[in-house]
């Protein structure tokens, strides 16, 4: 068929000790390509999760085996148990797949649609690639337009940041209290940040933590015992201290809450045991959501996900089908145009014989010159026709070859 | 043509109907044909009433029946201002339904004829029915509004793991919107009952329970631009007050069978 192969190694089955030695950081993976290409094509696909290399060409597959191989460090017989080769159409199923977030760690995740841009932006490519890789990211986009897999959030921070904007829309203008100066309060901090959240305050039994943290954030460090009141001017609070009692009580947002206005505070509670008092959710305009409660949004929507990829894989099947039918023409179709020309060459040269002879006017000279086109055109038309249809399946390549030989019209390549 | 055109609309806001039913369950291409149905069936509907005014003598909508057709298209055509948007799909549901049996009742009343000659001025119907109408037709858009914020502040209240599953819009754009929404419909409302009351006053006559229910609203949809703006009444009760404006309208609207103008 095209020669396009696919030699890769991934999340499923290889282990990260492996994959992180097999990882090819941006620049190194254009260079990989350009090697690989040899005058083809060449792709390298390099994430966390795997290492794809995708090459267009005479032993390509060898050569990406070998390739991978020297990456990797493992010797023959281990690195065949973890990878995995395919080639034309199944290559390309795979590629829609990983596109669209089917074949990652987290289904319908965002990230890896902007890998696959990067690494063909990077890559070495011609028709095929070029082609595959355009058509995979159209996919991508569409299984995200058209499905909600990649709507509903994958983790805790991400699921915080996520209930926030049920209650405040889009997050830019919104303040954030960070109770807390950790790692875990860091994180949300951060996934609320890339939202649009203003981190306005961090508070600390540690005041020189809270301001070492704060100062990443533009934000105001402050005293633990001052938390309460710096309520009143946020929005959202995301607590996860090692406290082993209650930081806010219920009767600390109440107070906070007549100077509100009747703007809600949503208050996020990271911390075990917990830093908000559970009564706060009580309260009318607050939203306290618990470690408990955001895990099980979280697997809700993991469980969400999972049932959007069957949509989502009936979406990379057709794209993928789109793809299939456009390689299978790639063999037909210089068969087609040879053909066409062959015919066409005899067509005019004995035309030319005959004017001559003829001693036809213009009008009756553009009469004959229209009617041996369509001569021509219908006797065409039905092998032109079986010939695409035959492309459609999987005889293409033998009816092209039937075709040149019943003509003889030369290689293909010729 | 009057009956192909009710007819067709019909089946439009119907079809739109269902089919937000199925975007609910499954975000998807039924969003999509509801938000194409709720179009055709407004440009149906739009045909239709276009049709009642060239047949009629004068303006076609002041019994019952023709002020409800009217009322349904001017729902419709505030949320097609900005309901089509997917993060609004679910208020679809509340409306389309709706709009389509009231269309039908509408239709049965006989509200899809030429309709009769009133005594009063063509002028004054347009304004007095007119106005009524879109603060009418906006407060019961606010009214879907408020019921789709109490139910996601339910849902973020219940702790529901499926909270996030669905596309809606946020608590604070709810109450923002329902907010303008009143605070655009009640000048018209306003402006309505000040030009019925103009007319009262030069032909004499007295205040019947349409006007008095029609007072109530006015003074509830008052109350809640002042509570709402000046008193930071946001949220919960700002909705529940809003639907209780609503349920005055729905009593003036639907529930007194009267007009003062057949």
């Known amino acids: ?414 | 043509m009057a009956e192909y055109l009710f007819g067709f609309a019909f089946l439009a806001y119907a079809a739109a109907a269902i089919a937000y039913a199925g975007d609910a369950r499954r975000p998807g291409p039924a969003g999509r044909v509801a938000t194409w149905g709720v179009r055709l069936g407004w440009v149906l509907h739009t045909g239709l009433l276009a049709d009642q005014a060239a047949r009629a003598d004068g303006f076609p909508w002041t019994s019952w029946a023709g002020s409800l057709s009217l009322f349904v298209w001017l729902v419709v055509s505030v949320y097609l201002v900005w309901g089509c948007r997917s993060r609004y799909r679910l208020l679809g549901l509340a409306v389309l339904p709706v709009a389509a049996v009231l269309l039908a009742v509408a239709r049965l009343g006989g509200g899809t004829g030429a309709g009769r000659r009133s005594g009063y001025s063509t002028g004054f119907l347009i304004v007095h029915v007119g106005l009524l109408s879109f603060a009418f037709a906006a407060f019961t858009l606010s009214a879907a509004l408020s019921a789709l914020y109490l139910w996601q502040e339910r849902r973020l209240k219940s702790h529901r793991p499926a909270v996030l599953l669905g596309r809606t819009p946020s608590l604070l754009t709810l109450d923002a919107l329902t907010g303008r929404t009143i605070a655009v419909a009640l000048p018209a409302l306003t402006a309505g009952i000040v030009a019925g009351f103009i007319r009262l006053g030069s032909d004499g006559g007295t205040v019947d329970a349409l006007m008095a229910v029609t007072l109530g609203a006015w003074a509830v949809y008052g109350s809640y631009l002042v509570l709402h703006y000046e008193a930071g009444w946001h949220g919960r009760r700002a909705a529940y007050l809003a639907l209780a404006g609503f349920a005055l309208v729905a009593v003036a609207r639907l529930g007194l069978q009267v007009s003062h103008f057949s």
Request: glycine share 10%; net charge negative.
């Open chain 1, 1 to 414: 068929m095209s020669g396009l192969a696919l030699v890769g190694l991934s999340h499923r089955g290889t282990p990260v000790a492996v994959r992180e030695r097999a990882f090819v950081p941006l620049p190194q993976a254009a260079e990989l390509a350009a090697e690989l290409a040899a005058g083809g094509e060449a792709v390298c696909l390099s994430t966390c999760n795997r290492t794809e290399l995708y090459v267009v060409g005479e032993d390509g597959e060898a050569r990406a085996i070998a390739a991978l191989q020297s990456l990797s460090g493992l010797p023959a017989g281990r690195l065949s148990a973890v990878v995995y080769r395919l080639a034309d159409e199944a290559a390309g199923l795979h590629l829609f797949r990983v596109a669209a977030g089917l074949d990652s760690l987290v289904p319908g995740e965002g990230e890896i649609l902007g890998q696959v841009r990067t690494a063909f932006e990077a890559g070495t490519t011609g028709p095929v690639l070029d082609r595959l890789f355009r058509q995979a990211l159209h996919a991508g986009k569409k299984v995200r337009a058209e499905t909600a897999i990649a709507e509903s959030p994958s983790s805790v921070s991400s699921a915080a940041a996520a209930l926030a904007q049920q209650v405040f829309g889009e997050l830019d203008g919104c303040r954030v209290l960070l109770v807390g100066a950790g790692h875990i309060a860091e994180l949300s901090a951060r996934s609320l940040a890339t939202r649009g959240a203003t981190i306005a305050f961090v508070a600390n039994r540690s005041v020189q933590h809270a301001a070492e943290l704060a100062g990443r954030f533009g934000a105001e460090g402050i005293d633990l015992a001052a938390a309460a009141g710096a309520l009143a001017a946020v929005d959202v609070v995301v607590s996860s201290t090692g406290s082993p009692g209650h930081v806010l009580s219920r009767a600390d947002v109440e107070d906070a809450l007549r100077s509100r206005k009747g703007r809600p505070l949503f208050l996020i509670d990271l911390a075990v045991p917990r830093d908000l008092d559970p009564a706060i959710h009580e309260l009318d305009a607050c939203y306290l959501y618990d470690i408990d409660d955001l895990e099980s949004v979280v697997a809700s929507s993991l469980a969400g996900r999972r049932r959007e990829a069957a949509r989502a894989e009936a979406i990379v099947a057709e794209e993928a089908e789109g793809f299939r039918e456009w390689l299978a023409s790639r063999e037909v179709v210089p068969a087609i145009a040879s053909l066409r020309a062959w015919a066409e060459e005899i067509r005019s040269s004995e035309l030319a014989r005959a004017r001559g002879r003829l001693g036809l006017s213009e009008t009756q000279e553009e009469a004959v010159e229209s009617i041996t086109a369509q001569i021509v055109n219908k006797l065409l038309h039905p092998p032109t026709v079986r010939l695409k249809e035959a492309a459609a399946g999987a005889d293409g390549g033998s009816y092209a070859q039937a075709v040149r030989h019943l003509f003889g019209l030369g290689d293909a390549d010729a």
